[in-house]
């Protein structure tokens, strides 16, 4: 199939249709430059947003591709990208972000929306979580746990635990030096929190 696909281009640009251009090796046709829209291009480009979507949470050392973002917008972006990892964020979820964001940094309603919506923006942009880890590995011991302790409260929340988001906490804990035991305990302490308690009997 590839072979095939070769052999189509090599013909086009012997026939002047398809061209190589500048020393990039951009390839391009009578019309301008091919985009990464072009067919030549769309199983390439399938491949690669799967594999860095895998990657962002299982990937190796991580390196970086972005400014870094301070502290309060990083935290922000990673629990909204906590919450959709399963699939999509809940109402119940982003309510807790909500809380979680104006109970910790002290802020009003109006600071806490323009901060999620920052953050929503800088989540989609990102190929990885080292431009939020980055400033985050700086912080103290305690502020560094406060911040596992939001993402596993955003997990628990609704009363269900996906092993993506086990997965998210575990690698973001990793890279901001948060121990394993200390994120089992912090684990455990939110879903005790969430968990009702058996009932009494008469």
Request: proline share 3%; hydrophobic share 40%.
């Amino acid at each position: 199939m590839r072979s095939g696909r070769l052999r189509a281009v090599a013909a086009k640009r012997q026939a002047g249709k398809i061209r190589v251009t500048g020393a990039t090796g951009r390839l391009s046709g009578p019309h301008g430059l091919l985009g990464s829209s072009h067919p030549l291009f769309s199983r390439r480009k399938d491949r690669s947003s799967v594999f860095e979507a895998i990657s962002r949470l299982f990937g190796g050392p991580e390196k970086a591709t972005g400014a870094a973002a301070e502290p309060r917008l990083a935290v922000a972006a990673l629990l909204i990208h906590l919450a959709a990892v399963d699939g999509a964020a809940s109402a119940v979820e982003t309510a807790a972000i909500a809380r979680a964001l104006r109970d910790h940094y002290g802020l009003d309603d109006g600071e806490v929306k323009r901060l999620i919506a920052e953050a929503r923006r800088r989540d989609r942009e990102a190929v990885d979580f080292y431009q939020f880890t980055t400033q985050l590995a700086r912080l103290s011991d305690a502020e560094k746990a406060e911040i596992v302790r939001m993402m596993w409260q955003v997990v628990f929340v609704d009363d269900t635990n996906h092993e993506l988001e086990d997965n998210m906490v575990w690698r973001v804990a990793e890279l901001i030096g948060v121990s394993t035991r200390q994120r089992t305990l912090l684990r455990n302490e939110a879903r005790r929190a969430t968990t009702p308690p058996d009932p009494v009997g008469d």
